[in-house]
């Protein structure tokens, strides 16, 4: 016992003196986490607040219908800008970014809305503008033309009825809200609200980076087996098992810091600069062991390695590639919600992807141990593989 | 204290077995040498009889065994970590060999000339402080076996000179010493008893002396000025075994009158003596007469 504490006091100290570890480890995630989580904000908060410019530009002043102005300024998600120009400068505008839309209502629009010869909106969408936004956007303003035009239909209907009819129920265009209950089963304090971007990304660039774990532990095996380290403890009567408990319970620490260190960022850190804060669920013990059992996994994958590599270059090259395949897989750089069905299924043989579930379960779902134990046993049993084939095959390297 | 009899060793997927054969004694408190080349074997005889690698067949006996004797190695390399301090190394070896005494850190600093380092990062010492850090790890545990391979490889003088004397110190205090090397200079002049080790096969050992004086060594060779003529060269044939080459002879046996008779002999005849030889002048030599090559090749 008192030998592995002393292999541990000395990973230790080797890695808090190895900068380029710590970065890697600590500064990559962490920068990762808040540039991600501030970039991806828009998208992900479309809905609470966070709105798309555009230019509305109505030609139809004085005519037009007060209530189509009010809905045309305010489209749920977008923001309108005040249409200081005349519409070709307000059109390079929307060409160069500026805006993302151009509307333009037309001169005798209102007038000629319920008529047999209506005169159209314009709607005209920024360049790079994606395929999504503008349908949204369109969607939007057919909404209100809907809503307009529908009350500009019941006036007439009103109005041919002559005054004797039983008046036309008393609708008001706003009351169709009354129609439609929503609800996020996402929700905080018995408010609907919607994740933000750092509920992704904290736990994404979290796994991402205690995988990463895999190129210090690698670099100093391979150098121990290299400088005759290694033969030296063992010549001292040190057992190879012991030897590999040396290098699992510190890396196993030093994972479990970068989960304290990340979830810090994202509930205090990201905020800082602007962004929505992480929120945690509420099970404790369903993050403890998801922190546990996500850890456990990238170590032994990590001790894997070091064992089948046998120069620090290789190690590194391996690491990076293995890793960047299993996070563009495993729903780190894309959501997998997102990904075509065929690749998703083919996600979900990556080890970051199970890891990424189970934390999704407990920030976004609000899942407890039940809900974690799928994804926590999946890394367990993928971690004590990893730890089964290293042993085996250090086994096979003594005996060569 | 260290037995190995008929010992063989091939790595695997090697054609050829990089221990052949090997038997060697080694007695207690001895200061064995182990020579040869680079490739001769000698690291792997060692991992041998450390117990690193396990023999083909053959016998490796130990007095008491290895854990008994307490042995110790001091690898090739500087097997110790660049990032930990003098003494960071020094207390980590300690820690994991269960060393507890805390003035054992101390006495091996001495011993290694270390006092002034233990606080500098490894990383930062020159080749030969390197160099003794390796040997003071071996130390920490006291050992009364000690195997060390190469331990002066790359140093300046001054350093090798220091790590000498302290293995001629750690030999004195009654530690047995197997020390592996391909510097002759060395070995010669620190070890009293040597192996010579070749393609795997010990080709010689014993005592330093006695194999510089045997085989081919053991004869007198004088060097004439001009050869003898064929009358005097007749005549000298009445000593045993003497044999005329040119200007050379060469003679297996003589006691010290037939020498004084001999060279008053060639006075008479007027033949000057250029060059007297008496067995082999050094490891190098002897080497090269065992195997046909030098020891550097």
Redesign the interface.
């Given at each position: 016992m008192r030998t592995l504490l002393y292999l541990i006091r000395k990973e230790a100290l080797l890695l808090v003196r190895d900068w380029h570890a710590l970065v890697l480890l600590f500064v990559m995630p962490a920068v990762f986490i808040l540039i991600m989580s501030l970039a991806l904000q828009n998208r992900f908060s479309a809905q609470s607040g966070v709105h798309i410019k555009y230019y509305l530009l109505n030609r139809d002043a004085g005519a037009a219908d007060a209530d189509l102005l009010k809905g045309l300024q305010g489209l749920n998600g977008f923001g309108a800008l005040p249409a200081t120009a005349a519409e070709p400068e307000l059109k390079a505008r929307v060409r160069r970014g500026e805006a993302r839309f151009l509307l333009v209502v037309p001169r005798g629009f209102t007038a000629a809305l319920a008529s047999d010869n209506p005169v159209p909106l314009r709607m005209t969408a920024t360049p790079d503008a994606s395929a999504a936004v503008y349908r949204l956007f369109q969607s939007s303003v057919r909404e209100v033309l809907a809503r307009v035009y529908l009350k500009q239909v019941m006036h007439a209907l009103s109005d041919q009825r002559g005054k004797d009819a039983p008046p036309l129920p008393a609708i008001g265009l706003d009351e169709v809200d009354r129609l439609l209950v929503s609800e996020s089963l996402y929700s905080r304090g018995g408010k609907t609200v919607f994740p933000s971007s750092v509920q992704q990304n904290v736990p994404a660039w979290l796994l991402f980076a205690m995988f990463f774990i895999a190129i210090p532990l690698s670099t100093t095996w391979v150098r121990e087996r290299q400088q005759g380290t290694y033969m030296r403890l063992r010549s001292m009567g040190i057992g190879a098992m012991t030897l590999l408990a040396g290098k699992l319970v510190p890396y196993l620490g030093v994972n479990l810091l970068q989960v304290v260190a990340m979830l810090l960022v994202g509930v205090f850190v990201v905020p800082w600069f602007g962004g929505d804060a992480l929120t945690l669920g509420h099970s404790w013990p369903a993050l403890a062991l998801m922190a546990v059992v996500a850890s456990f996994a990238a170590v032994a994958y990590a001790l894997l390695v070091a064992n089948l590599v046998t120069t620090s270059e290789q190690a590194t090259i391996f690491t990076g590639v293995a890793n960047l395949l299993m996070a563009a897989l495993g729903g780190i750089m894309v959501p997998r919600f997102v990904m075509p069905q065929a690749l998703q299924a083919v996600s979900h043989y990556s080890p970051m992807a199970w890891g990424l579930d189970g934390f999704l379960d407990v920030f976004l779902r609000d899942g407890g141990l039940g809900l974690v134990a799928g994804p926590a046993l999946e890394l367990f049993v993928f971690g004590t593989a990893c730890l089964v084939v290293t042993g085996l095959f250090m086994g096979w390297r003594r005996r060569r | 204290m260290i037995h190995v009899e008929r010992l063989s060793y091939r790595?695997?997927?090697s054609t050829q077995e990089a221990i052949r054969e090997l038997s060697l004694d080694i007695g207690a408190g001895r200061l064995f040498g182990l020579l040869g080349p680079n490739g001769s074997g000698k690291t792997t005889l060692v991992?041998l009889l450390?117990?690193?690698l396990?023999p083909r067949s053959g016998r490796i006996d130990i007095a008491g065994g290895k854990?008994a004797v307490r042995?110790?190695?001091v690898?090739?390399?500087?097997?110790?970590?660049d990032?930990?301090s003098v003494m960071?190394n020094l207390r980590?070896?300690a820690?994991?060999?269960?060393v507890r005494e805390t003035g054992r850190i101390a006495e091996v600093m001495e011993t290694a000339g270390l006092r002034s380092f233990e606080m500098i990062r490894a990383e930062r010492l020159s080749g030969g402080l390197k160099r003794r850090l390796n040997l003071a790890?071996g130390l920490l545990?006291t050992p009364r076996l000690l195997f060390l391979d190469e331990p002066t490889v790359g140093i300046d003088p001054q350093s090798r000179r220091f790590i000498l004397e302290a293995i001629r110190r750690i030999n004195a205090a009654g530690t047995t010493v197997v020390y592996s090397s391909h510097y002759m200079e060395e070995v010669q002049t620190l070890c009293d008893e040597i192996g010579i080790l070749d393609q795997g096969r010990l080709v010689a050992r014993g005592n330093l002396q006695a194999l510089l004086g045997s085989g081919r060594g053991g004869q007198l060779s004088i060097g004439l000025e001009r050869e003898p003529p064929r009358s005097l060269a007749e005549a000298l044939h009445e000593y045993e075994g003497l044999k005329v080459n040119g200007a050379e002879l060469t003679l297996d046996h003589c006691s010290p009158g037939q020498l004084q008779r001999l060279f008053a002999r060639l006075a008479e005849a007027g033949l000057d003596v250029s060059r007297v030889r008496y067995g082999h002048a050094d490891l190098e030599e002897l080497f090269l007469h065992l195997t046909g090559r030098q020891l550097r090749d």
């Amino acid at each position: 016992m008192r030998t592995l504490l002393y292999l541990i006091r000395k990973e230790a100290l080797l890695l808090v003196r190895d900068w380029h570890a710590l970065v890697l480890l600590f500064v990559m995630p962490a920068v990762f986490i808040l540039i991600m989580s501030l970039a991806l904000q828009n998208r992900f908060s479309a809905q609470s607040g966070v709105h798309i410019k555009y230019y509305l530009l109505n030609r139809d002043a004085g005519a037009a219908d007060a209530d189509l102005l009010k809905g045309l300024q305010g489209l749920n998600g977008f923001g309108a800008l005040p249409a200081t120009a005349a519409e070709p400068e307000l059109k390079a505008r929307v060409r160069r970014g500026e805006a993302r839309f151009l509307l333009v209502v037309p001169r005798g629009f209102t007038a000629a809305l319920a008529s047999d010869n209506p005169v159209p909106l314009r709607m005209t969408a920024t360049p790079d503008a994606s395929a999504a936004v503008y349908r949204l956007f369109q969607s939007s303003v057919r909404e209100v033309l809907a809503r307009v035009y529908l009350k500009q239909v019941m006036h007439a209907l009103s109005d041919q009825r002559g005054k004797d009819a039983p008046p036309l129920p008393a609708i008001g265009l706003d009351e169709v809200d009354r129609l439609l209950v929503s609800e996020s089963l996402y929700s905080r304090g018995g408010k609907t609200v919607f994740p933000s971007s750092v509920q992704q990304n904290v736990p994404a660039w979290l796994l991402f980076a205690m995988f990463f774990i895999a190129i210090p532990l690698s670099t100093t095996w391979v150098r121990e087996r290299q400088q005759g380290t290694y033969m030296r403890l063992r010549s001292m009567g040190i057992g190879a098992m012991t030897l590999l408990a040396g290098k699992l319970v510190p890396y196993l620490g030093v994972n479990l810091l970068q989960v304290v260190a990340m979830l810090l960022v994202g509930v205090f850190v990201v905020p800082w600069f602007g962004g929505d804060a992480l929120t945690l669920g509420h099970s404790w013990p369903a993050l403890a062991l998801m922190a546990v059992v996500a850890s456990f996994a990238a170590v032994a994958y990590a001790l894997l390695v070091a064992n089948l590599v046998t120069t620090s270059e290789q190690a590194t090259i391996f690491t990076g590639v293995a890793n960047l395949l299993m996070a563009a897989l495993g729903g780190i750089m894309v959501p997998r919600f997102v990904m075509p069905q065929a690749l998703q299924a083919v996600s979900h043989y990556s080890p970051m992807a199970w890891g990424l579930d189970g934390f999704l379960d407990v920030f976004l779902r609000d899942g407890g141990l039940g809900l974690v134990a799928g994804p926590a046993l999946e890394l367990f049993v993928f971690g004590t593989a990893c730890l089964v084939v290293t042993g085996l095959f250090m086994g096979w390297r003594r005996r060569r | 204290m260290i037995h190995v009899e008929r010992l063989s060793y091939r790595y695997p997927g090697s054609t050829q077995e990089a221990i052949r054969e090997l038997s060697l004694d080694i007695g207690a408190g001895r200061l064995f040498g182990l020579l040869g080349p680079n490739g001769s074997g000698k690291t792997t005889l060692v991992s041998l009889l450390m117990g690193l690698l396990a023999p083909r067949s053959g016998r490796i006996d130990i007095a008491g065994g290895k854990g008994a004797v307490r042995a110790a190695l001091v690898p090739q390399e500087y097997a110790f970590y660049d990032r930990l301090s003098v003494m960071e190394n020094l207390r980590f070896f300690a820690g994991v060999q269960g060393v507890r005494e805390t003035g054992r850190i101390a006495e091996v600093m001495e011993t290694a000339g270390l006092r002034s380092f233990e606080m500098i990062r490894a990383e930062r010492l020159s080749g030969g402080l390197k160099r003794r850090l390796n040997l003071a790890i071996g130390l920490l545990g006291t050992p009364r076996l000690l195997f060390l391979d190469e331990p002066t490889v790359g140093i300046d003088p001054q350093s090798r000179r220091f790590i000498l004397e302290a293995i001629r110190r750690i030999n004195a205090a009654g530690t047995t010493v197997v020390y592996s090397s391909h510097y002759m200079e060395e070995v010669q002049t620190l070890c009293d008893e040597i192996g010579i080790l070749d393609q795997g096969r010990l080709v010689a050992r014993g005592n330093l002396q006695a194999l510089l004086g045997s085989g081919r060594g053991g004869q007198l060779s004088i060097g004439l000025e001009r050869e003898p003529p064929r009358s005097l060269a007749e005549a000298l044939h009445e000593y045993e075994g003497l044999k005329v080459n040119g200007a050379e002879l060469t003679l297996d046996h003589c006691s010290p009158g037939q020498l004084q008779r001999l060279f008053a002999r060639l006075a008479e005849a007027g033949l000057d003596v250029s060059r007297v030889r008496y067995g082999h002048a050094d490891l190098e030599e002897l080497f090269l007469h065992l195997t046909g090559r030098q020891l550097r090749d």
